[in-house]
């Protein structure tokens, strides 16, 4: 399948600083990309560059097939963005908003109602259509936003922290809609939350000091995280080779003479032979307590290992 969008070698300076060093990678439909990245990694000006609102230092970027810095036209008509606060117009109605919305994209006055109750349907704004966007919910606010962004039926629709304010039900209902649209777009979904990247996305990009430290799909991530730890505490000093040579135990350090941390494999789940070789062997287990590990612990990790 072609790629949607393709960045290839992005840079982008100001002055001497290099905000986004060599970043590339590719879009393609059915696709649900999650961006993230710590303050100041150069996220923002990657999505900027994407949106054609700020020019790379150097770098291409084709999206269905058009150089953005080329042809700007073509190229952002195949795109629809939601910011993190959308630009809504609280005075008009949602139809009289979306209305607005689609002349501003060119459609053809006759395409403007099929679209608008379309972008209405598919984004759960029915019940409220009719309503004054200013006595809206953030979260409905937060619909009406991506429905603006999907009114010309883009193959790309990119958006900037769709769920920030919003409660757990809305953040819920918005996840939702963003794996629907998933299914016939290519999205760029920019967020600081790494469980709406686990809920929503097929694939997640890390983004720190303006280079890409990973570039994965989220099944391959979850084979990275599908490592365990555990801490043991002994009475007598535990045989490390012994305990190596267990199937599904990856790693084991020694902390101290009689405490160690054991990495392991969830899906083989070696504890209780693990527990088992230390009562045979006489070592006398007094502790035994799993070590959370989280996605948020993957990020940190990868973070620090990037550190100059």
Not at 267 to 285: F, M, Y
Request: net charge neutral.
């Amino acid at each position: 399948m072609p790629a949607l969008l393709e960045a290839q070698r992005l840079y982008r300076y100001y002055g001497k600083h290099c905000a986004v060093n060599d970043v590339s990678f590719t879009l393609r439909q059915g696709e649900v990309l999650g961006f993230l990245g710590p303050n100041g990694a150069g996220k923002t000006t990657t999505m900027q560059m994407l949106c054609g609102v700020l020019a790379p230092s150097a770098g291409r970027i084709h999206i269905n097939g058009f150089d953005l810095l080329a042809q700007p036209i073509p190229a952002k008509q195949q795109l629809g963005v939601c910011p993190d606060t959308p630009p809504l117009y609280r005075e008009l109605t949602v139809v009289e908003f979306l209305a607005y919305c689609a002349q501003l994209h060119g459609l053809n006055p006759r395409q403007i109602r099929p679209a608008i109750d379309r972008a209405i349907q598919r984004c759960g704004l029915t019940t409220v259509h009719r309503r004054l966007i200013a006595h809206l919910s953030k979260g409905f606010q937060q619909r009406v936003g991506i429905a603006q962004a999907i009114l010309h039926n883009p193959d790309i629709i990119i958006l900037d922290e769709p769920t920030v304010g919003l409660d757990p039900l809305q953040i819920s209902e918005i996840r939702s809609l963003i794996r629907e649209l998933g299914h016939d777009h290519g999205i760029i979904l920019s967020t600081h939350r790494l469980s709406e990247v686990q809920e929503s996305c097929t694939h997640v990009q890390i983004i720190h000091q303006g280079r890409l430290i990973l570039n994965e799909s989220i099944a391959a991530l979850n084979q990275l995280m599908d490592t365990g730890i555990v801490q043991i505490t002994t009475r007598l000093e535990a045989d490390v080779g012994l305990l190596s040579a267990i199937p599904g135990i990856n790693a084991v350090e020694n902390l101290t003479e009689n405490r160690i941390r054991i990495h392991y494999s969830v899906t083989s789940n070696p504890i209780p032979r693990l527990t088992e070789t230390i009562i045979n062997a006489g070592w006398e287990l007094q502790e035994l307590t799993p070590v959370k590990k989280s996605m948020e612990d993957l990020f940190i990790s990868l973070i620090r290992d990037n550190e100059p």
